[in-house]
């Protein structure tokens, strides 16, 4: 039997097993075997009049798996099969469907990947964009469900968050850094992630922090506030905290 599956004005059947296999092994946080396999679903469902909807998911997947696992040069595998960068496919899922069940994630993380590639004029403008984008939308559909709100709140929280990101990046090329706008960004939308409780925001901010903090040269605080993540995860392991740790013992090496 077909398979069905709906999303707002969307519904996909039938879709091609390896898009399956690839939605799994990216939760599991196998990215370069996700970015494989949302590439083959996207060439396994070419055909526009069955599967409409492969082009948006199938590149926001791509540009999911390069995002968080940090490609953001592109990668090449082992076949020699060449991927973009994560902002090429995010622009192409916006282009695809300028009303996409992605747009508000697609518009954020292509401005953060702009940011990481170095084109900060780029990111700058790509980020007023997610913005005006996300609020047009809170205003317009909070008279229809106030639930939307918590949708819009998220994404102009990750906004935030990677806003700080660029100024981290502007600060990097700079002879005389100053860090403390990026800080500023990192600790505002640390607690905008806290309100409105966004845990994996949170958890990006607090490593943007540390890694801030370092490069500061605040060597004292990071090290604080390191320890502090570390401790409290021996108290009481979480699943929010888990994600810091990385970056908490990271500097703690450092």
């Not at 092994?25 to 055909?47: C, H, I, P, S, W």
């Not at 809170?138 to 906004?159: G, R």
């Not at 901010?205 to 490069?215: I, N, S």
């Not at 009481?236 to 090496?253: C, E, I, K, Q, T």
Request: with cysteine; charged share 30%.
């Amino acid at each position: 039997p077909a398979f069905f599956l709906y999303f707002g004005d969307t519904i996909y059947a039938d879709r091609a097993p390896v898009y399956t296999t690839a939605c799994e092994k990216r939760d599991q946080g196998n990215y370069v075997t996700a970015v494989k396999g949302f590439r083959k679903a996207l060439e396994m469902m070419a055909d526009p009049q069955k599967w409409k909807w492969a082009p948006e998911y199938c590149n926001f997947g791509m540009g999911n798996a390069l995002f968080d696992g940090n490609y953001f040069e592109g990668y090449t595998d082992k076949e020699g099969h060449k991927y973009q960068t994560p902002s090429y496919y995010f622009r192409e899922v916006i282009k695809t469907n300028p009303k996409s069940r992605f747009l508000f994630e697609a518009h954020v993380k292509l401005a953060i990947s702009l940011a990481e590639e170095g084109k900060l004029d780029e990111a700058q403008k790509a980020f007023d964009e997610a913005q005006a984008a996300i609020k047009a939308f809170k205003d317009k559909m909070m008279k229809v469900d106030a639930k939307y709100k918590h949708i819009a709140d998220k994404y102009a929280t990750m906004a935030v968050m990677g806003n700080a990101r660029m100024l981290e990046k502007k600060a990097d090329g700079q002879k005389e850094a100053d860090y403390n706008p990026a800080l500023s960004k990192y600790k505002q939308s640390q607690t905008d992630a806290l309100t409105g409780k966004y845990p994996d925001v949170y958890a990006d901010a607090v490593d943007g922090e540390l890694r801030v903090l370092v490069k500061m040269g605040e060597l004292i605080a990071a090290k604080a506030r390191a320890q502090d993540i570390i401790e409290k995860f021996k108290q009481s392991p979480s699943p929010d905290l888990y994600r810091m740790l990385p970056g908490a013992h990271a500097v703690m090496g450092r």
